[in-house]
T-cell receptor, first 115, second 115 residues
C-alpha cells in the first residue's frame, strides 16, 4: 500500500498570506489528523477529521482550519500567516473508526517558512 | 502542562549494546502508547505500541515496557545498530471524544549509536 502523501513538501510564504496544505491518507484509512512540529513546542495536535467531519481540535487559533473530502483526502488552511507559523506540518492517517488503540501513520510533512 | 515527558534529550550507545529510552506520563486517562522514530525533515515512523492492559510488547529488536502504577514506559532496542540513530518520540492516546485522532507526544530523545 502506498503511504501517506503530503503536498507540497516545501513552501515559502510571507506574513499575511494564506496557505493550503494537502494530505492523501493510506488507501482505506478514514481518519486524518494534523500536527504542527516546531523546535520550541514539539509535535502539537491541530485537528482530526473522520468521514468529512471534524471530531477533535487542538489548542490553535481559528486561523488554522481544515476539511476532509469524501475520498478521505484532507486539506488544512492557515490564514493571515504569522512568522510563528513556520513549522513542519504533518498529516497522519489511521484506519479504525474508534478513538482508542489507533496507530497513526505519518506522511513526510510540509515544511512551511513564513518570511 | 506537558502530559508526556521524555526527560533525556539525548542518549549515546555503542553498536551492539542495549538502548533504553524512557518516557513518563501524567494523564491517567491515557490507555495506548506508541513509539515513533524520526529523521530530520521526515515524518515519524511507527515502531511499536502497547495497550494499557499489557505490560510488555515485543517486535524483533524492539521491546516496550509499561509500568502503569509508575506511569512510565520504556523502549529497549537490542542490539543497537548505527541505523537506529534518530530522534525517538513517545506518544500517548486516551479514550473518548476528546481523544479522537489525538496523540500527545513527548519532546523526543536523540539516540546516537556509535559503530
Amino acid at each position: 500500500k502506498a503511504g501517506v502523501t503530503q503536498t507540497p513538501r516545501y513552501l515559502i510564504k510571507t506574513r499575511g498570506q494564506q496557505v493550503t496544505l494537502s494530505c492523501s491518507p493510506i488507501s482505506g484509512h478514514r481518519s486524518v489528523s494534523w500536527y504542527q512540529q516546531t523546535p520550541g513546542q514539539g509535535l502539537q495536535f491541530l485537528f482530526e477529521y473522520f468521514s468529512e467531519t471534524q471530531r477533535n481540535k487542538g489548542n490553535f487559533p481559528g486561523r488554522f482550519s481544515g476539511r476532509q473530502f469524501s475520498n478521505s483526502r484532507s486539506e488544512m488552511n492557515v490564514s493571515t500567516l504569522e512568522l510563528g507559523d513556520s513549522a513542519l506540518y504533518l498529516c497522519a492517517s489511521s484506519g479504525l473508526a474508534g478513538g482508542s488503540h489507533e496507530t497513526q501513520y505519518f506522511g513526510p510533512g510540509t515544511r512551511l517558512l513564513v518570511l | 502542562d506537558q502530559q508526556v515527558k521524555q526527560n533525556s534529550p539525548s542518549l549515546s550507545v555503542q553498536e551492539g549494546r542495549i538502548s533504553i529510552l524512557n518516557c513518563d506520563y501524567t494523564n491517567s486517562m491515557f490507555d495506548y502508547f506508541l513509539w515513533y522514530k524520526k529523521y530530520p525533515a521526515e515524518g515519524p515512523t511507527f515502531l511499536i505500541s502497547i495497550s494499557s492492559i499489557k505490560d510488555k510488547n515485543e517486535d524483533g529488536r524492539f521491546t516496550v515496557f509499561l509500568n502503569k502504577s509508575a506511569k512510565h514506559l520504556s523502549l529497549h532496542i537490542v542490539p543497537s545498530q548505527p541505523g537506529d540513530s534518530a530522534v525517538y518520540f513517545c506518544a500517548a492516546s486516551g479514550i473518548g471524544g476528546t481523544s479522537y485522532g489525538k496523540l500527545t507526544f513527548g519532546q523526543g530523545t536523540i539516540l546516537t549509536v556509535h559503530p
